[in-house]
Protein backbone atom coordinates (compact mmCIF):
# COMPACT_ATOMS: atom_id res chain seq x y z
CA UNK A 1 0.00 0.00 0.00
CA UNK A 2 1.37 3.62 -1.03
CA UNK A 3 0.59 6.63 0.15
CA UNK A 4 2.30 9.13 -2.28
CA UNK A 5 -0.49 11.89 -1.01
CA UNK A 6 1.02 12.27 2.57
CA UNK A 7 4.67 12.89 1.11
CA UNK A 8 4.67 16.73 1.09
CA UNK A 9 7.07 19.58 1.38
CA UNK A 10 7.22 23.08 3.09
CA UNK A 11 9.21 25.42 4.92
CA UNK A 12 7.89 26.14 8.38
CA UNK A 13 10.69 29.08 8.92
CA UNK A 14 12.92 30.98 6.50
CA UNK A 15 15.70 28.29 7.13
CA UNK A 16 14.02 25.02 7.27
CA UNK A 17 12.68 22.53 4.67
CA UNK A 18 10.43 19.86 6.03
CA UNK A 19 9.00 16.39 4.29
CA UNK A 20 6.35 14.41 5.89
CA UNK A 21 5.65 10.79 4.56
CA UNK A 22 3.56 8.27 5.92
CA UNK A 23 4.53 4.69 5.52
CA UNK A 24 2.36 1.34 6.00
CA UNK A 25 4.80 -0.31 8.65
CA UNK A 26 5.58 0.12 12.32
CA UNK A 27 7.62 2.75 13.91
CA UNK A 28 10.52 0.39 14.62
CA UNK A 29 10.95 -1.14 10.94
CA UNK A 30 10.92 2.28 9.56
CA UNK A 31 13.15 3.57 12.45
CA UNK A 32 15.49 0.68 11.49
CA UNK A 33 15.23 1.39 7.67
CA UNK A 34 16.85 5.15 8.11
CA UNK A 35 20.09 3.75 10.76
CA UNK A 36 20.93 0.13 9.34
CA UNK A 37 23.37 0.93 6.53
CA UNK A 38 21.74 -3.04 4.75
CA UNK A 39 18.71 -1.40 4.41
CA UNK A 40 19.66 2.23 4.09
CA UNK A 41 21.42 1.03 0.96
CA UNK A 42 18.41 -0.40 -0.43
CA UNK A 43 16.10 3.28 -0.55
CA UNK A 44 18.08 6.45 0.22
CA UNK A 45 19.33 6.71 -3.88
CA UNK A 46 17.39 9.06 -5.38
CA UNK A 47 16.44 9.10 -8.92
CA UNK A 48 16.98 5.80 -11.17
CA UNK A 49 19.94 5.07 -11.93
CA UNK A 50 22.53 5.74 -8.70
CA UNK A 51 23.20 3.08 -6.04
CA UNK A 52 25.20 3.48 -2.81
CA UNK A 53 28.61 1.49 -2.62
CA UNK A 54 29.45 3.34 0.94
CA UNK A 55 26.82 3.78 3.73
CA UNK A 56 28.30 3.67 7.30
CA UNK A 57 26.56 4.47 10.17
CA UNK A 58 27.91 4.58 14.16
CA UNK A 59 24.37 4.97 15.55
CA UNK A 60 24.96 6.17 18.99
CA UNK A 61 25.49 10.16 20.04
CA UNK A 62 28.47 11.13 18.67
CA UNK A 63 28.99 8.81 16.37
CA UNK A 64 29.35 9.44 12.44
CA UNK A 65 27.54 8.50 9.42
CA UNK A 66 28.82 8.62 5.61
CA UNK A 67 27.21 8.09 2.44
CA UNK A 68 28.76 8.11 -1.10
CA UNK A 69 25.88 7.90 -4.24
CA UNK A 70 27.32 6.90 -7.59
CA UNK A 71 25.63 6.96 -11.00
CA UNK A 72 27.52 6.48 -14.61
CA UNK A 73 28.87 9.57 -16.18
CA UNK A 74 28.31 11.34 -13.02
CA UNK A 75 30.85 12.68 -10.20
CA UNK A 76 30.00 10.91 -7.08
CA UNK A 77 28.02 12.77 -4.79
CA UNK A 78 29.28 12.01 -0.67
CA UNK A 79 27.81 13.29 2.58
CA UNK A 80 28.40 12.73 6.15
CA UNK A 81 27.86 13.85 9.35
CA UNK A 82 27.50 13.32 13.37
CA UNK A 83 24.86 11.97 15.03
CA UNK A 84 23.45 14.94 18.01
CA UNK A 85 20.50 12.66 19.32
CA UNK A 86 19.63 9.35 18.89
CA UNK A 87 16.23 7.81 20.32
CA UNK A 88 15.25 4.79 19.09
CA UNK A 89 12.50 4.50 17.50
CA UNK A 90 11.43 7.79 18.14
CA UNK A 91 13.99 10.27 16.96
CA UNK A 92 17.06 11.35 15.07
CA UNK A 93 19.14 14.58 14.80
CA UNK A 94 22.09 15.01 13.45
CA UNK A 95 24.44 17.32 11.05
CA UNK A 96 24.55 16.89 7.21
CA UNK A 97 27.79 18.42 5.16
CA UNK A 98 28.10 17.52 1.33
CA UNK A 99 31.68 17.04 0.58
CA UNK A 100 31.10 19.21 -2.54
CA UNK A 101 28.82 21.24 -0.94
CA UNK A 102 26.04 23.10 -3.06
CA UNK A 103 24.49 25.34 -0.61
CA UNK A 104 26.58 27.54 2.00
CA UNK A 105 27.46 25.92 5.68
CA UNK A 106 26.45 22.66 7.59
CA UNK A 107 22.73 21.85 7.92
CA UNK A 108 20.75 20.06 10.79
CA UNK A 109 18.46 17.16 10.32
CA UNK A 110 15.81 16.34 12.68
CA UNK A 111 13.52 13.02 11.57
CA UNK A 112 10.90 12.19 13.52
CA UNK A 113 8.67 9.01 13.54
CA UNK A 114 5.42 8.56 14.90
CA UNK A 115 3.11 5.52 15.30
CA UNK A 116 -0.71 5.71 14.68
CA UNK A 117 -2.19 2.31 14.01
CA UNK A 118 -0.46 0.51 11.39
CA UNK A 119 0.70 4.05 9.81
CA UNK A 120 4.39 5.71 11.07
CA UNK A 121 4.48 9.15 9.82
CA UNK A 122 7.95 10.54 9.21
CA UNK A 123 8.60 13.83 9.62
CA UNK A 124 12.58 15.10 8.17
CA UNK A 125 13.19 18.53 9.17
CA UNK A 126 16.51 20.19 7.96
CA UNK A 127 17.53 23.44 9.63
CA UNK A 128 20.27 25.00 7.44
CA UNK A 129 22.23 27.83 8.47
CA UNK A 130 20.70 30.74 6.04
CA UNK A 131 18.34 31.59 3.79
CA UNK A 132 20.56 31.61 1.02
CA UNK A 133 21.09 27.78 2.08
CA UNK A 134 17.55 26.80 2.41
CA UNK A 135 16.21 28.21 -0.75
CA UNK A 136 19.17 26.72 -2.55
CA UNK A 137 18.34 23.31 -1.14
CA UNK A 138 15.12 23.53 -2.08
CA UNK A 139 15.82 24.95 -5.82
CA UNK A 140 18.47 21.99 -6.16
CA UNK A 141 15.40 18.87 -6.95
CA UNK A 142 16.17 17.29 -3.51
CA UNK A 143 12.25 16.78 -3.29
CA UNK A 144 11.92 15.00 -6.58
CA UNK A 145 14.88 12.32 -5.28
CA UNK A 146 13.62 12.31 -1.39
CA UNK A 147 10.36 11.24 -3.23
CA UNK A 148 11.84 8.56 -5.51
CA UNK A 149 13.66 7.52 -2.33
CA UNK A 150 10.69 7.29 0.19
CA UNK A 151 8.39 5.61 -2.90
CA UNK A 152 11.90 2.79 -3.16
CA UNK A 153 11.61 2.90 0.78
CA UNK A 154 7.51 2.15 0.91
CA UNK A 155 8.22 -0.82 -1.50
CA UNK A 156 11.14 -1.83 1.25
CA UNK A 157 8.82 -2.14 3.92
CA UNK A 158 5.90 -3.81 2.23
CA UNK A 159 8.20 -6.51 1.28
CA UNK A 160 9.84 -6.98 4.06
CA UNK A 161 6.36 -7.18 5.99
CA UNK A 162 5.05 -9.95 3.44
CA UNK A 163 7.95 -12.05 4.38
CA UNK A 164 7.77 -11.15 7.73
CA UNK A 165 10.71 -9.93 8.47
CA UNK A 166 9.08 -7.29 11.09
Known amino acids: ?55 EIDLKVGGKYRYVWRKTGVKDLAMGGVFREVVSPERLVATEKFDDSWYPGDALD ?12 VTVTVLYESKEARDTANRSGMERGMAAGYNRLEELLSAMLAEGLK
Open 110 to 121: TSVFVEKGDITK
Open 1 to 55: MFYPDSFKVSTPTDREIQVTRDFHAPRQLVFDAFTKPDLVRRWLLGPEGWTMPVC
